[in-house]
């Protein structure tokens, strides 16, 4: 079954684009979300950012318990710990990585009803949120892995990239980001 949207790849210069504030929650912005659950339920994922559809605005959908989310103009506000854990990306598809991040958060934001929203969240949905956020800022999984295990990775998407003869990822739109 056709999906609304493609998902953005590694490569796509949109993933590496620090995405802008919602100004309205309306009607579009659901019908977006709406698209987006689509999309992600297909993959099928738990999360799914604005910018991985092509969207450079700050919002992401989730579901991590049958319950369908969304958070608009999220914000972390404290973070806390750290949680060692397996990590993938819908954008890197099939490609998985033990990533240290933060085992707890604060975040608000706001909900698809212009509702202000605070979650203290850890472990995996605290992971999901440092995730989609990092997607928020242009960053991606890739830049939370060690400098030897990144090198690995890249050399295994550009043998994929080739395999698939499309053209190889770009190295130069890894390096020198400055993150959050
Ligand atoms: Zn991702």
């Known amino acids: 079954m056709a999906t609304p949207y493609d998902i953005r790849l590694f490569g796509d210069p949109v993933l590496r684009k620090v995405a802008k504030d919602v ?6 912005l659901r019908k977006l979300c709406g698209r987006m659950f689509e999309t992600m339920y297909a993959e099928p994922g738990i999360g799914l950012a604005a910018p991985q ?12 318990d049958d319950e369908p989310n969304a958070m608009v103009n999220p914000v972390i506000e404290e973070s806390s710990g750290e949680w060692l854990h397996e ?32 979650i203290e969240a850890d472990e995996l949905l605290a992971r999901l949120f440092q995730h989609e956020i990092d997607h928020l800022n242009g960053v991606l999984l890739l830049d939370r892995l060690d400098d030897d295990t990144r090198k690995e990775a890249l050399k295994t998407l550009r043998e994929d990239f080739l395999d698939r003869e499309e053209a190889p990822p770009q190295q130069q739109s890894v390096g020198g980001l400055s993150l959050p």
Do not use: H
């Not at 559809?53 to 991590?64: K, M, P, S």
């Open 23 to 28: 100004v309205n929650i309306d009607g579009k």
């Open 53 to 64: 559809v092509g969207v450079q605005r700050r919002f992401f959908v989730y579901d991590l």
């Open 87 to 118: 990590e993938g990306c819908l954008s890197i598809p099939g490609l998985m990585w033990d990533v240290v991040r933060p085992k707890e958060i604060y975040i608000t934001g706001y909900d698809l009803d212009g509702n202000d929203v605070a």
